[in-house]
């Protein structure tokens, strides 16, 4: 039976994650990269379509569970009637394999431990072909390998391996799980100890850049390390989630595919990592922008492959039920394709704050932000899909129209205050057309607040936005009327819905509801602080806190109904719009760096990619650290601690290891 999905935790390698439930059970992993088909899938389907189990005999959930510190290393806590037994797992940050490791210990008493890996390749589809070689165990299927180590005695049984086996206080037993292109020799295995504590100062490295000092630094931190952890690392972008086809109502059919990276995004997320002293991180990702978008304005999508990709043609996987019943499940995304005026706001304005917080003017850059103002200076009159890609009509949404107006306003402050040249009378002129537009017909006189498009009489959360991109102020009549008539209309369970579906499908052309969007409700705290309703602010930003599952994790949405986490999971759209929300209450305003900061940065990158000036354990890059002034001036980076705990202590323990085969020695990542 599948889990809630607030039992699931997320562990990555940043190529791609593993969702890891409460039983113990790897439930979704997809190989090699976030978009890659699933080799486990039981979180879409049944234990028939995959899934790697390892906890103690029967039918146990964790008794509790942590991420040690502020890493991605995962551990979860077992406690029996014989003993307590602890499962830590983690991906190692990629060397040339992906890898999935396991460590399972004895803390108290003896345990009886069960282990079930179920490999079907191609989302629960392809069973592989199992052998054993040198020790390892080797499944391979088309392109596709994978291979398991242990010392553990493992059999097969119905078309999956199994092992049995007891550990007793103070014993470890090591797996670990390596992919392969099937035409290659599977490699050695990776030193589970070893690679835990490799992994876990990895990321506690990482998370001493973060400069934020503000209140709710704990949920901050977490909310950073899983952007992170959403992040492809060869390109910089960041994927919307680690999964798809999690539903945005439990049985329902509004379940997408969200393993691309979205430009609505841009922004947003370049202001969090900002906000955190992530400024390589904020720099990869603008570089990933402008990339991704290069070429004819006019064919600028509103999402990309984790690489750059346009190409995410939309399909349904037939033989997957989905999670809990809720069919279909789609692999692909055909709003890939849809026409979105707000992409262009959110492009210029991502833009914009990264060359005004201190990233130099690049003449490229500014001649790609020229063409697509000379597009939409004309199409911003077009009717459009909407920032909620509806799969109605395309209609003159009033969002939409105010991101139009964010785009041409922020081309001509990049005039203005950062020396770009322009046609800056046309730009003022067609800024001030839009303005005076959306006045006249994104708002309703009688229902006294903006509305989701030109003429209708209905709310759309993305109006919120109307105060925070600068649109007009939070205290303007309109505006205030506009977020009291959210706080009115939208409020389910608390939490703000994007609008009022139909069960017609008028709406957005789709039947059925769906949960309140956290998003939308941390722009509900952020529009309440500005109105000077600090107190209401900061009830809302606690209560979404409380949404978050015991390991500091959001989903997209939440169903107030069920009491539960809908949605794609973890979702980087929450999390950013928790860091975000967060910096404000503390007071912090706009993140602003210091210029030399972001030339620090640069020349790390470059350092990097040309191979030098890097400190590496096991061909890994160690996280760079630009600290202060000082770092910045000489343009280097603080010296990484490599220490290490070496050696793995770890051992078998009892008749079921010492009756396995030979071992096989794995290779440590030094």
């Known amino acids: 039976m599948t889990l809630p999905i607030e ?44 899934f790697w189990k390892l906890a103690p005999k029967g039918a146990h959930l964790a008794t509790h569970r942590r991420y040690r510190g502020d ?7 077992f406690v029996t009637p014989d003993g307590t037994v602890r499962v830590i797992d983690c991906m190692p940050i990629r060397e040339h394999h992906p890898e999935v490791v396991r460590l399972v210990e ?9 282990m079930n890996l179920t490999i079907r390749f191609g989302y ?6 199992v052998r054993r070689l040198d020790g390892t165990l080797s499944a391979i299927a088309g392109p596709d390998g994978l291979s398991l180590w242990t010392p553990i005695h493992t059999e ?10 007891t550990v007793v206080e103070g014993q470890q037993v090591p797996f670990s799980l390596s992919w392969f292109a099937a035409s290659d020799e599977p490699p050695r295995p990776v030193d589970a100890v070893y690679a835990i504590t490799d992994t876990e100062n990895w990321w506690r490295q990482w998370v001493a850049q973060c400069s934020y000092d503000g209140e709710y630094r704990e949920a901050v931190i977490r909310s950073l390390v899983t952007l992170k952890a959403l992040t492809y690392e060869p390109t910089g972008g960041i994927v919307a989630a680690a999964t798809t086809s999690l539903p945005e109502t439990l049985g329902g059919g509004r379940n997408w595919d969200y393993r691309f990276c979205w430009l609505r995004d841009a922004t947003l997320t370049l202001e969090s990592l900002m906000r955190g002293g992530f400024y390589d991180e904020a720099m990869a990702w603008r570089d990933w922008l402008l990339r991704a978008i290069a070429g004819d304005p006019s064919q600028m999508q509103i999402m990309y492959g984790a690489a750059g ?6 399909w349904e996987v037939e033989w997957l039920p989905g999670y809990e ?29 990264a060359t005004r917080s201190g990233d130099s003017f690049e003449r490229p850059a500014w001649d790609l932000q020229r063409s697509l103002m000379g597009f939409l200076q004309d199409e911003w009159r077009q009717p459009d899909d909407g920032i909620w890609e509806v799969r109605g009509p395309r209609r003159h949404f009033t969002h939409s129209k105010v991101m139009a107006w964010v785009a041409i306003d922020r081309a001509i402050k990049t005039i203005e205050e ?13 800024r001030q057309e839009i303005h005076d537009q959306v006045c006249e017909q994104g708002f309703n006189v009688d229902k006294g607040s903006f509305t989701q498009y030109y003429g209708s009489d209905q709310l759309d959360a993305s109006l919120l936005m109307i105060p925070l991109v600068g649109f007009l102020p939070a205290t303007d009549p309109r505006v205030k009327g506009t977020i009291e008539a959210v706080e009115r209309e939208l409020l389910d369970g608390g939490f703000v819905l994007r609008y009022r579906t139909a069960e017609t499908g008028d709406v957005d052309g789709l039947t059925g509801r769906e949960g309140a969007f956290l998003a939308c409700s941390f722009w509900l705290a952020d529009c309440l602080a500005m109105l000077g309703r600090t107190d209401d602010a900061r009830r809302m930003f606690d209560r979404l806190l409380s949404l978050r599952n015991d390991l500091g994790l959001l989903s997209e949405e939440y169903d107030a109904v069920a009491g539960r986490l809908v949605g794609n999971f973890p979702q980087a759209f929450s999390h950013v719009s928790l860091v975000n929300s967060a910096a404000k209450l503390s007071g912090h305003g706009r993140p602003k760096a210091d210029p030399e900061l972001f030339a620090a940065s640069r020349r790390v990158k470059s350092r990097s990619t040309s191979g030098a000036g890097g400190m590496h354990r096991g061909g890994r890059t160690t996280p760079h650290r630009v600290t202060d002034r000082d770092d910045a001036h000489r343009g280097e980076h603080s010296e990484p601690d490599t220490s290490v705990t070496a050696g793995s202590n770890t051992a078998a323990g009892d008749t079921a290891a010492k009756d396995a085969g030979p071992d096989l020695e794995p290779r440590p990542v030094h």
């Open 7 to 50: 039992d699931y935790g997320i562990i990555g390698d940043l190529h791609t994650a593993a969702l890891v439930g409460r039983d113990g059970s790897i439930d979704w992993l997809c190989l090699p990269r976030f978009d890659s088909a699933a080799c486990f899938s039981k979180l879409l389907g049944t234990e028939d379509h995959g």
């Open 71 to 77: 890493s991605l290393v995962l551990e979860s806590e």
């Open 106 to 114: 004895g803390v108290r008493g003896r345990v009886e431990m069960e």
């Open 124 to 129: 629960g589809q392809i069973v592989p072909w």
């Open 156 to 165: 097969g049984q119905d078309m999956s391996t199994v092992a049995r086996f």
């Open 309 to 314: 990709e346009r190409r995410l043609d939309e």
């Open 325 to 353: 019943g809720s069919a279909p499940v789609r692999i692909g995304n055909a709003a890939a394709g849809q026409f979105q005026l707000d992409v262009y706001g959110e492009v210029m304005s991502a833009l914009y704050e």
């Open 418 to 430: 950062c020396g770009a040249d322009g046609p800056l009378d046309r730009w003022k002129q067609v």
